[in-house]
């Protein structure tokens, strides 16, 4: 049987994976794009992550970022002794790492943040250790500041429900590691397939052909948990909102966009429903939601239009390494392949390659001509393929710090590039594409 702990891997070591949707400038840009006012990232401000695990994230974080102070706190301490040793060796003093399940960690913690993010963690802890989730954030988070929490959710995830529960029920009758179980559960998995067993289910069918393809060890984080719990979006929203915070949208750029995320024949439906929770349940179904990435706000206050619009246009735009210089795009979304005409994308394309433009002088490119709101869809567009990303707006980051973090991504052979400018890191196109898990 595999090594556990409150019913979760511990055994092997999670993978490190950067998520471009947790960092600071993202959090803070896509939230006044819904007309919002956030925490003032050109001044100091403060940030938690709940479930660190190798701190990968906030790494790149504290490195790119030097007027934040960051805090990762995990209950495994394998991932914690790798963090502290990483932040040490890159001189980091503005990150630190706290070893403590949520339940401590929200009964001791006496700090304030402006950001609190969790990746990876939700759908995989029981019900009790969620609520401990959000009695930290309640306790922890600003007023105005941003939450952005990661799940599971139906109808996407709900067929590889069962495969889940016979993974994890196989893995306690084993007695290997749990990438051996995991293998083995897979090999079980594929004769099935060949048996004809999922001959009804051939979306299931295709998911389990590209579990083949990924990393062991992240699948026994994934799947071999004794807690995998998917949910109705509605439901964790309710949840959210008895710990005050309230639910603004999707923090995944693509989702933002109903006119292209919602299939258009669904659309008109959903814009006519009255009621948020049945709205929000629609788009779960019309998308065929299997994961969300929802940013929640404590005590949110809205801009008047006339800031929201004087804000997005003060925003800076960069083009991120390997991103085309030119041309259309097509998009390949949950919902099937998108075009991105070129007579639109390619002269956003095109002045960025010559170097970061404000969102105004975007505007005035003459296929937009004024049309803000267009030029948004583009860019959220191309920030979701991770062509395109904001720039942070305190300057630049320390040097050292920017070509330590790249010596150390270099040397751990992380998939990953930092871009110390925009605060964040673009992943590598292959991995992007051969890593579609569920975290």
Avoid at 338 to 354: F, K, N
């Amino acid at each position: 049987m595999s090594a556990k702990q409150s019913g979760y891997v511990t055994d092997v070591t999670y993978p490190a994976h950067f998520h471009k949707e947790i960092q600071p400038v993202w959090l803070a840009t896509v939230a006044t794009l819904k007309g919002l006012q956030v925490p003032d990232i050109a001044q100091g401000y403060s940030y938690c992550e709940l479930g660190c695990g190798l701190g990968v994230n906030l790494l790149v974080a504290a490195a790119c970022n030097p007027l934040g102070e960051f805090v990762g706190v995990d209950f495994n301490a394998q991932h914690i002794a790798f963090a502290r040793q990483s932040a040490e060796a890159l001189g980091l003093k503005n990150l630190r790492f706290i070893q403590a399940d949520f339940a401590e960690f929200a009964q001791s913690n006496a700090l304030f943040f402006d950001f609190m993010v969790s990746h990876g963690v939700w759908s995989w802890i029981p019900a009790s250790t969620q609520q401990q989730v959000l009695k930290a954030v309640q306790r922890g988070l600003k007023p105005k500041g941003l939450f952005y929490l990661h799940y599971m959710c139906h109808p996407g995830s709900t067929q590889m429900m069962p495969v889940q529960k016979l993974l994890n029920e196989l893995a306690h009758s084993l007695s290997g590691t749990s990438e051996q179980n995991m293998g083995a559960g897979l090999d079980l998995l594929t004769r099935l397939d060949l048996a004809g067993v999922f001959h009804d289910q051939p979306t299931l069918s295709a998911s389990l052909t590209q579990l083949q393809k990924m990393n062991k060890a992240y699948l026994a984080h994934d799947l071999l948990s004794d807690h995998w719990n998917p949910q109705h979006s509605v439901d964790v929203h309710r949840m959210a909102a008895q710990f005050g915070l309230t639910y603004l949208d999707s923090a995944n750029a693509f989702e933002m966009i109903e006119a292209l995320s919602i299939p258009q024949s669904a659309q008109a439906l959903i814009a006519n429903v009255s009621s948020p929770a049945v709205r929000e349940t629609l788009k779960d179904l019309a998308r065929s939601q299997r994961q969300r990435q929802d940013l929640f706000q404590k005590q949110p206050q809205a801009l008047t239009a006339e800031v929201c619009v004087q804000r997005i246009s003060q925003m800076v735009f960069e083009l991120m390494p390997a991103a085309p210089h030119s041309g259309g795009q097509v998009f390949r979304t949950p919902i099937g392949d998108i075009d991105g005409p070129a007579e639109l994308l390619s002269p956003v394309l095109q002045r960025l390659a010559q170097g970061p433009a404000q969102v105004a002088e975007l505007c005035r490119l003459p296929v937009y001509a004024g049309n803000l709101p267009q030029l948004m869809q583009s860019l959220l567009l191309l920030m979701w393929r991770g062509h395109v990303h904001p720039q942070r707006p305190d300057g630049p980051a320390n040097p050292v710090e920017a070509g330590a973090l790249r010596s150390w991504i270099k040397q751990h052979d992380l998939k990953i590039e930092a871009v110390p400018s925009c605060g964040t890191a673009v992943v590598d196109e292959a991995v992007r594409n051969v890593q579609p898990g569920s975290r």
